[in-house]
């Protein structure tokens, strides 16, 4: 089976433009993260979307990011304006539902996003 | 919230040799402790998970240990190959579909 799309791979923006991420999980996976390792830190979670629900988001640093998942398959996230800070590597993972055996995710490649 | 320590932030062995990379956690409710290798240009990659009714798991050369009283558990990397060179991330979660909390990487370099 295909595993989780991202792109673009790699992003470089200037401080204020705005930018969108897109993640395509595998298909059937109702869970939907999006996570970001900013400067060789942890891992830290922005948020989680059952089908298009959005079931979590208390990870979202603030209000200038922006995430959808339209009608339950790919996501999106928008960083309108982006700051110096929004560098990182963005990653997205899928899951199945937990009652259908779903433990651990399955990780897309990430994109770099490069804010200058 | 919880909170994952990882430690060493770098480890270098030589091939052949064992390696042992550690984490503690901080919320007693956490029950599902995944381990992750990030090759480079590549996202994590689920190797081995723990749940916390089990003390010790293993599969081939890798093997995880959970104590959860000490609320420490760790990855053990016997026969250590090259291909193994990446980073590990440690984690843990109340299972199912909740948000994960990562430890900050293990960078592990095995060296010929």
């Known amino acids: 089976e295909a595993g989780v799309t991202q792109f673009p791979s790699h992003s470089v923006i200037e401080k204020g433009q705005t930018v969108t991420l897109r993640c395509d999980p595998i298909?059937?996976?109702?869970?939907l993260y999006w996570y970001r390792r900013v400067m060789g830190k942890e891992i830290k979670f922005l948020l989680h979307?059952?089908?298009?629900?959005?079931?979590?988001e208390s990870g979202m640093p603030n209000n200038r990011f922006l995430a959808e998942r339209t009608g339950g398959t790919y996501s999106t996230l928008k960083v309108q304006p982006a700051e110096l800070e929004d560098s990182g590597v963005y990653f997205c993972?899928?899951?199945?539902?937990?009652?259908?055996?779903?433990?651990?995710?399955?990780f897309g490649s990430g994109t770099r996003l490069t804010v200058v | 919230g919880e909170n994952v320590e990882q430690h060493p932030s770098t480890l270098s062995v030589q091939e052949g040799d064992s390696a042992v990379i550690k984490c503690t956690y901080s919320?007693?409710?956490?029950?599902?402790f995944p381990w992750y290798k990030q090759e480079l240009g590549k996202g994590p990659q689920l190797i081995i998970d723990?749940?916390?009714?089990?003390g010790e798991k293993k599969d081939q050369r890798i093997a995880v240990t959970l104590n959860k009283t000490a609320k420490h558990f760790s990855l053990h990397i016997t026969e250590t190959q090259p291909e193994d060179s990446a980073v590990y991330f440690c984690?843990?979660?109340?299972?199912?579909?909740?948000?994960?909390?990562f430890g900050t990487g293990t960078k592990l370099q095995v060296i010929p």
């Open positions: 993972a899928s899951s199945l539902s937990r009652d259908r055996g779903g433990y651990g995710y399955t």
């Open positions: 298909s059937g996976h109702d869970n």
């Open positions: 979307f059952v089908k298009e629900s959005k079931q979590d």
């Open positions: 919320d007693s409710a956490s029950n599902y």
């Open positions: 723990i749940r916390s009714n089990v």
């Open positions: 984690a843990a979660t109340m299972g199912g579909y909740q948000k994960v909390t």
